[in-house]
T-cell receptor, first 113, second 119 residues
């Protein structure tokens, strides 16, 4: 069962903000939204996560809608190094034994000069 | 600092050969995961270790796949009698905490993966 829906690809101009949407309409109250990214030929890398409130760290911002059915990952000033596949993942201790990650197909983001 | 390392980075095997893929997790990490990533797809869970105990092997696709972590650190994923459909990137990840009481802030750290090609 797909827990999240993401567009397969999107382009972004270098220096501009990249806004990556994710739909998780069946999310339950105890499930967190996580974002990972995978640069070509590397393993996935944690970016950020949140439950209800918006979150910000040195890499990105996460905006979660009030009904929690969707979220947006924001890369404020995209660089060429941000070209990667971005995965939106929904998880909780109740649904994901041991904390394993259930990846979908993600969004291929290409940052162009 | 040292992250998760995997070896070899690339492996080419003839159909029917056995292969062994190694994962060195971050020192002191209790949890270790193996994932399989087919071309153009997201990683899929294979198996989970808490220290030396394999607590979940529900994702292993067949009995040709076997994983071990005998001393609770280094892990090996072995595939016997490889088939073409086994061609994929095999990713290892470790996490500081173990068990089901993981906190939302407990991050999984991934290695670079081993790309297996079965001819």
């Amino acid at each position: 069962d797909a827990k999240t829906t993401q567009p397969p690809s999107m382009d972004c101009a270098e220096g501009r903000a990249a806004n990556l949407p994710c739909n998780h309409s069946t999310i339950s109250g105890n499930e967190y939204v996580y974002w990972y990214r995978q640069i070509h030929s590397q393993g996935p890398q944690y970016i950020i996560h949140g439950l209800k409130n918006n979150e910000t760290n040195e890499m990105a911002s996460l905006i979660i809608t009030e009904d929690r059915k969707s979220s947006t990952l924001i890369l404020p000033h995209a660089t060429l190094r941000d070209t990667a596949v971005y995965y939106c993942i929904v998880r909780s201790r109740k649904t994901d034994s041991w904390g394993k990650l259930q990846f979908g197909s993600g969004t291929q983001v290409v940052v162009t000069p | 600092g040292a992250g998760v390392s995997q070896s070899p980075r690339y492996k080419v095997a003839k159909r029917g050969q056995d292969v062994a893929l190694r994962c060195d997790p971050i020192s002191g990490h209790v949890s270790l995961f193996w994932y399989q990533q087919a071309l153009g797809q997201g990683p899929e869970f294979l198996t989970y270790f808490q220290n030396e105990a394999q607590l979940d092997k529900s994702g292993l696709p067949s009995d040709r796949f076997f994983a071990e972590r005998p001393e609770g650190s280094v892990s090996t994923l072995k595939i016997q009698r490889t088939q073409q459909e086994d061609s994929a990137v095999y990713l290892c990840a470790s996490r500081r905490t173990g068990g089901i009481e993981w906190a939302s802030t407990d991050t999984q750290y991934f290695g670079p993966g081993t790309r297996l090609t079965v001819l």
